[in-house]
């Protein structure tokens, strides 16, 4: 039986080497083009923009979701026809930059998801959601992200800890049943151990044959788990050019490297 997969912009999760995926995290108009911009020069294809480490300048919800909306066709562009853009506001719970209620995160998430010019693809390909945030948030980003062909990457981040291996793959599985097309835990190892754990845990999971799922051990001593991801049924890793958004996350081109050098 064939492990399912999810496909944005001719990119199939899931199958074969996993992807790199780029978090652009520019506090400002230009510094955010000019990273997509170097992103776009590597090898990853999907790059990841963390909402909440745009425009800090901003309190007020509403003008910061009108100064995302007004940048996103620019950002578009620049990442070109050919890589995929996964849209992210992580919360302050999770590790995020600003704090945000569950009721203004839906209308910013939706507001990205429905955006569509006429006789062109939407340029949002992937949006995450927290699973943890109110479930009523979550069920109405997923529906209206599916409606509009948006693949769902649901999350969940323990910036202190890593839960044990059963708790891990019930999250992942729990998040697959809400409807996310890629479920994703990221942990704090403390140990060596606890990296086995997540490895572990991500390995069940990727037997369920269910579709893809990413699993990140965070940190230096996690580091492993962005390199040895084929191995361990990981669809995706995170790398950085310039400026990272999580711990112990390694550059790009040197992640490509080592992911065609450990392929199983």
Known sequence: MRRRTATVRGIELG??????????????????LAQAG??????????????DRF??????TGEHREAVLAVLPALRAQLGPDRALLVTFRTVAEGGARPIADVDLG??????I?????GTQSPVDLV?????????????????????GTVVVGSFHDMETTPSEAELVKILRAQRRLGADVPKIAVTPRSARDVLTLLSASLTVAEDLSGPHIAISMGPLGASTRV????????ATFATV??????GQLRAEDVAEMLELLRP
């Open 107 to 112: 209308i910013l998430l939706d507001a990205l």
């Open 55 to 60: 425009r800090p300048d901003l309190g007020d």
């Open 15 to 32: 199958r074969a080497r996993p992807e790199i995926i780029v978090p652009l995290v520019g506090a400002d108009e230009e510094d955010l």
């Open 38 to 51: 170097s992103a776009a020069s590597t090898r990853a294809r999907i790059m990841e923009w963390r909402l």
């Open 242 to 247: 310039g400026e990272g958004s999580a711990p």
């Open 128 to 148: 995450d959601i927290e699973t943890s945030r109110d479930a009523g948030t979550v069920a109405r980003v997923i529906s209206a992200a599916h409606r509009h």
């Open 114 to 118: 429905s955006v569509r010019r006429a």
């Open 228 to 235: 040895a991801a084929e191995t361990f049924g990981s669809a």
